[in-house]
T-cell receptor, first 113, second 114 residues
Framework: NAGVTQTPKFQVLKTGQSMTLQCAQD?????MSWYRQDPGMGLRLIHY???????DQGEVPNGYNVSRSTTEDFPLRLLSAAPSQTSVYFC????????????FGPGTRLLVL | GENVEQHPSTLSVQEGDSAVIKCTYS??????FPWYKQELGKGPQLIID?????GEKKDQRIAVTLNKTAKHFSLHITETQPEDSAVYFC?????????????FGKGTKLSVKP
């Protein structure tokens, strides 16, 4: 199993550009989530999904969209990038929601100029 | 909602010494408390977890204790080694409509000096 994969590893954007961060898992996990990690702020939940076709907002959802058309994939879209979205983004998945181990991907480092 | 506080933010120990990281949480309904280790340039990886019906759990040099009454839990690493150097995050599961989302502390950077 590859586990949780994320692409790209690194991206530079200009303010106002759009892009999609890809996340895929091959463990047949129902629950998937996106976090952003900023210095001194820990990991903050952006959006999550408890199954295909179901998504919901986390702690910091503004500026981001998600969709879950399949169990395997959970892309994160930035419609109009802003410098405040410069961060490291992690995707995670688990076999359930409460009380289950979350497996993290390697992260995408995003710089918005 | 749930709030998790983690201390200290940085910790430096000599190789062979013990390290302790403490977290407090606010939601008394939380019942799952994992600890993650993040090495430089990598994603967080689960190292140990504890559920609310247990007071302590050990795995070789790592142990976690939970005090539900005081709403705090701690990570204990004994006989530290240089490869233990990393950032450690505690987390607590949310409750109600959050579907058990994890709320993370802000992390502790542990440095083990040879």
């Amino acid at each position: 199993n590859a586990g949780v994969t994320q692409t790209p590893k690194f991206q530079v954007l200009k303010t106002g550009q759009s892009m999609t961060l890809q996340c895929a898992q091959d463990m047949n996990h129902e629950y998937m989530s996106w976090y952003r990690q900023d210095p001194g702020m820990g990991l903050r939940l952006i959006h999550y999904s408890v199954g295909a076709g179901i998504t919901d907002q986390g702690e910091v959802p503004n500026g981001y969209n998600v969709s879950r058309s399949t169990t395997e994939d959970f892309p994160l879209r930035l419609l109009s990038a802003a410098p405040s979205q410069t961060s490291v983004y992690f995707c995670a998945s688990s076999n359930g929601a409460r009380g289950e181990t979350q497996y993290f991907g390697p992260g995408t480092r995003l710089l918005v100029l | 909602g749930e709030n998790v506080e983690q201390h200290p933010s940085t910790l430096s120990v000599q190789e062979g010494d013990s390290a302790v990281i403490k977290c407090t949480y606010s939601d008394s309904a939380s019942n799952y408390f994992p600890w993650y280790k993040q090495e430089l340039g990598k994603g967080p990886q689960l190292i140990i977890d504890i559920r609310s019906n247990v007071g302590e759990k050990k795995d070789q040099r790592i142990a976690v204790t939970l005090n539900k009454t005081a709403k705090h839990f701690s990570l204990h690493i004994t006989e530290t080694q240089p490869e233990d150097s990393a950032v450690y995050f505690c987390a607590a599961s949310g409750s109600g409509g959050s579907q058990g989302n994890l709320i993370f502390g802000k992390g502790t950077k542990l440095s083990v000096k040879p």
